[in-house]
Structure formats: structure tokens, C-alpha cells
């Protein structure tokens, strides 16, 4: 090694997370090592949510030219450049950048080193010929596709989130394999880009989520055109003129190219994490509440490295902890409950706390389900975007779950993500006055449920309503 450094920080991975604690630490005045492998950015942007939400707004163009005739715009099937949209994704890509570039980090006083680290003892990382030996270690190596045991698989060349988006000619027929988030919004956005496209799932299509709002997803991929074979485990894969044949159920699906997006794996193998006495399983690093590691206190691990769900926002969320613990050396705990979850097609689904199925088998009976549909709301008549319901989950008063399906769900989540993290009343969110007319009043109106069910046709309070009438002068 040429050089000891010894900051206050080494952080392992210029991802969300890593980036959040680097850009954070460095201003509040400490020293911090960021050491990056591969590209600045992580995956978010270069091979998850930017690319994904770039070419799924492409796609969104495509078929607003398709569905105009409600509006009295004749439709019209658009010509497709395939390889121009990939430049408009690279350009997204190429657009923010900056904001996550070693220039960036230098100019707020991190040291950025380009390699990939590596513990040679729980004190020391080494690094591009520097070691480190910093008071604190952050491990935010994120997470790679992880591909199923599936017989022909190896030495497939399978499509994953790390290459689909470097593809400039349009697949005739994409197979995606994995009916999650990443494969769903990738179903829509392939075929609304021209492909045809078939989406095989072994279980049920985005399972985590409230079936009675994935059933409205479902249908609409169906209607645009995905072909969904859902409860049918995929069995063999296999090459077939040029393209492949994937056994699902007795069935042979053949397409000319495969999706595979069947999960992913927290990326700790270059880490030598032995020689660092970080104890760690096949899917992540293991932590406490304060995302400590468990078994050398220097070390935290943030984001997809920390296992659980895996989120920009919630790598970020880690990220912030890491500071007010390291840094300030508050106590902190990681929570959950509040954290939104979004798969971006269209209709958009978005879910913070717990589903009706997870309140249920842990509150039984006590839990109480609002609804409010969006065909109920005047803007998303308007729109013609009526197709949508929000279901929130209120225990004793309170907001302990919202799922929404619909027009723009993934900004409608957050006031229910504030409301669960402040645990605030149902009647807080009924005092909000939103304007008319927006889809928030989607909010509204499910908070003003609550009390339409107690107060509406309730004798009771009509008798008091008559009484106080008479009074009043
Ligand atoms: C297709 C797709 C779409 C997605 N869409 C969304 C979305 O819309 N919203 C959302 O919130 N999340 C989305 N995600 C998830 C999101 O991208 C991740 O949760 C997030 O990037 C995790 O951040 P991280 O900091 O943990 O890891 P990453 O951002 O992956 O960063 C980890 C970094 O560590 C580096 N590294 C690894 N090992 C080493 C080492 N030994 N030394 C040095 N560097 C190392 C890697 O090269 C990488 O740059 C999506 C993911 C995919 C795949």
C-alpha cells in the first residue's frame, strides 16, 4: 500500500445510500473516503429507477397517441425509434449525473477513490493502493440480479436490469421472467413500446401487494396486450431459433429475447467480509435496529446491503440514520412502517404500512378499511383517469397502512407516509383542505369516510342536530 489514510468515515459503495452519508458527513465537517468499483451513481441510476421511469415515460407518450379517441383526438399508432429512445434515456441518465460525480463529492471535500474495497482486517479497508483505517466503515455495495436455479439458465444470455436498458434494437417478443415491480413496469413499458410481450410469474403478479389493487394493474396490462401467465413456475430454459423457449407449466413460450427479474442479491462478495469479523448471510450483511453490524461495531451497512426492501428512498432513510448515530452519536432505530413503495406503471400502485391482509392477521377485527374510488373524484373524471381506489387501513383512530392504484398514486402515497410516521389521527388528514380539483381529494374523501360512517344516519346525532337547532337563535 502506498498511502494510510485514517477519516472519520470510509464509505463503500457511491450508490443512494453511500452517497447520501458521503455528501451528508463531508458538510457537517467530517472526513470521509467514498470508494466506488464501478460507475458513480449506483444502480438507481444507471441501471434501476432512472432508465426504468425514463423509458417507462417514453412508453407513455406511445400509448397516449393510441388512446386519444375519448377525447376526441383521432388515435394513431406512433413510429417507434427504439434506438431514440434509449438516447433519451441516456441523456436522463447522463442528465443527473453530475449531481453524483467524483467532481461533485471532491468539491465538498470527500476523498473519492475508483476501485473496489476490500477488508484486511475489522479496522482496515484497502482500496487503489490507499488503506484505510477510518473510525467508522459504511457498507452500501447495493445488490445484484440474482438469477433462479433453473435448468439451461447458465450460460444463457439472459437480459437483466443491467443490460435490457443498453439494448438499441426493439425485441420482437420479450419473455421477462418475474412478475415483481421491476418485471411488471417492464412488461408495460416494452409493449407499449411495440413489442409483444409475455410475463411469466410463479406465483401471484406483484405478490406483496393488496390483490384487490393489483387486480387493477393486471387488467390493464392484460388489455394493452400482456400476455400474463401467473401461478406457473417456469421450469427449463433453452435456446430456440435465435431467440428462447422457456417450459412454463407443460407449456413451451418462445420470444426472442429473456427478461430475467426474479429478485436480487445484496453484492458483498469483493468485500473479503471475514478478514473484517462482519458477519453477513447470502442475502445481507447482519444488522441491529441501528443498522450496526452486529458483529463489529465499526461497521453499519445501509440500503439493499442491509437486506429488506429494497428502495432508493429507503437506502436514503438508512443513510440519514448513519449520520445522526456516527456523527452526533444519537441513538437511532430503523423504521419501516412508514416507507412507501411504488411500482410506476400505469395505473401507478403505491403502498405504505401494512395491506389489509397484514393488518388483518395482525389486528383481526379492529382494523377498519376505508375506501375512496377515483371515479369518485372530479379531476380524475376529467382525466378520463378513473380507474383507481385508495384503501387505507385505520386502527384505533389512526392510519396504519394506505394502497392506492391509479393516476398518480406514487405522489398521493406520501401524505399517508407522514400521516403513519407522526402517527397522526384520520381526523388530521380530514382537516386538510385540498384543492378542487386534484386527485388529493382522493385523501380527503377517504378520511371523511371515517367519519361519514359514524356520523351519517346515525339517530343519535340527528336528534342532537334537531335539539341544537331549536336552540339557536
Ligand atoms: C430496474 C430497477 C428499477 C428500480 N426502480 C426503483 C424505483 O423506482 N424507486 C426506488 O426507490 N428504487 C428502485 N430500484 C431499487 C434501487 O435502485 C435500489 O434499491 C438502490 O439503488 C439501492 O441503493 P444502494 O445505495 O443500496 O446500492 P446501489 O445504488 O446499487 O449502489 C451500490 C454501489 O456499490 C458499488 N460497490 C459494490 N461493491 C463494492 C466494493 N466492494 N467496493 C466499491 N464499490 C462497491 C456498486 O458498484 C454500486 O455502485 C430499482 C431497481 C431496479 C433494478
Redesign the pocket.
Same mark, same amino acid.
Given at each position: 500500500m502506498s498511502r494510510l489514510v485514517t477519516p472519520d468515515l470510509c464509505v463503500? %459503495?457511491?450508490?443512494? #445510500?453511500?452517497l447520501t452519508v458521503a455528501a451528508g458527513a463531508a458538510q457537517l465537517g467530517a472526513s470521509v473516503v467514498l470508494?466506488?468499483?464501478? *460507475?458513480m451513481g #449506483?444502480?438507481?441510476l444507471n441501471? #434501476?429507477?432512472v432508465p426504468?421511469?425514463s423509458l417507462l415515460a417514453a412508453a407513455r407518450h406511445a400509448e397516449a397517441m393510441r388512446s386519444g379517441a375519448a377525447f376526441g383526438i383521432a388515435p394513431v399508432e406512433p413510429a417507434i425509434d427504439f434506438a431514440a429512445v434509449k438516447d433519451h434515456v441516456e441523456r436522463v441518465i447522463a442528465a443527473i449525473a453530475p449531481h453524483d460525480s467524483v467532481e461533485r463529492f471532491e468539491g465538498l471535500g470527500v476523498t473519492v477513490i475508483r476501485d473496489?474495497? *476490500?477488508f484486511v482486517s475489522p479496522r482496515r479497508v484497502e482500496a487503489g493502493g490507499t488503506a484505510i483505517e477510518a473510525r467508522r466503515f459504511v457498507i452500501?455495495? #447495493?445488490?445484484r440480479p440474482a438469477l433462479p436455479p433453473l435448468p439451461g439458465i447458465e450460460g444463457f444470455a439472459v437480459l437483466t436490469?443491467e443490460t435490457i436498458f443498453g439494448l438499441r434494437e426493439r425485441p420482437r417478443h420479450l419473455v421477462i421472467l418475474g412478475g415483481g415491480p421491476?418485471g411488471v413496469e417492464m412488461a408495460q413499458a416494452h409493449r407499449r413500446l411495440g413489442c409483444a410481450v409475455t410475463l411469466v410469474e410463479g406465483a401471484r403478479l406483484l405478490g406483496r401487494e393488496d390483490p384487490e389493487l393489483v387486480a387493477i394493474v393486471a387488467r390493464r396490462l392484460a388489455e394493452e396486450g400482456v400476455r400474463i401467465l401467473e401461478g406457473r413456475p417456469a421450469e427449463q430454459v433453452a435456446a430456440a431459433d435465435g431467440g428462447v423457449a422457456l417450459r412454463v407449466g407443460g407449456e413451451t413460450v418462445t420470444g426472442t429475447h429473456l427478461l430475467v427479474a426474479t429478485g436480487?442479491r445484496a453484492?458483498l462478495g469483493?468485500?473479503d467480509l471475514d478478514r473484517g469479523g462482519i458477519e453477513a448471510d447470502a442475502a445481507s450483511i447482519r444488522v441491529d435496529a441501528g443498522l450496526r453490524s452486529v458483529s463489529n461495531r465499526r461497521v453499519y451497512a445501509? %440500503?439493499?446491503?442491509a437486506g429488506g426492501m429494497?428502495?432508493?428512498?429507503l437506502?436514503g432513510y438508512h443513510g440519514s440514520l448513519v449520520i445522526r448515530n456516527a456523527l452526533f452519536g444519537l441513538p437511532v432505530r430503523a423504521r419501516m412502517d412508514h416507507i412507501p413503495r411504488v411500482t410506476?406503471t400505469d395505473p401507478e400502485l403505491a403502498q405504505v404500512g401494512m395491506t389489509e391482509a397484514e393488518a388483518r392477521a395482525a389486528h383481526g377485527d379492529r382494523i377498519e378499511i376505508l375506501h375512496a374510488a377515483y371515479d369518485g373524484n372530479d379531476r380524475a373524471r376529467t382525466e378520463r383517469a378513473t380507474d383507481g381506489l385508495a384503501k387505507i387501513v385505520v386502527l384505533r383512530g389512526r392510519p396504519v397502512g394506505a394502497g392506492i392504484v391509479g393516476a398518480q398514486a406514487g405522489e398521493l402515497i406520501g401524505l399517508w407516509s407522514l400521516a403513519i410516521a407522526n402517527r397522526m389521527k384520520i381526523g388530521q388528514i380530514a382537516t386538510m383542505v385540498a384543492p378542487y380539483p386534484t386527485l388529493g381529494e382522493i385523501a380527503k374523501r377517504a378520511a371523511g369516510d371515517y367519519y361519514a360512517r359514524r356520523l351519517f344516519g346515525n339517530s343519535r346525532v340527528r336528534r342532537l342536530v334537531h335539539l341544537v337547532q331549536r336552540w339557536l337563535p
Open positions: 463503500i %459503495g457511491a450508490g443512494s #445510500g453511500g470508494v466506488e468499483g464501478d *460507475r #449506483g444502480d438507481c441501471h #434501476g429507477c426504468s421511469k473496489w474495497a *476490500r452500501a455495495t #447495493g445488490s436490469n421491476v436480487r453484492s469483493r468485500l445501509i %440500503g439493499d446491503a429494497q428502495f432508493t428512498h437506502a410506476f
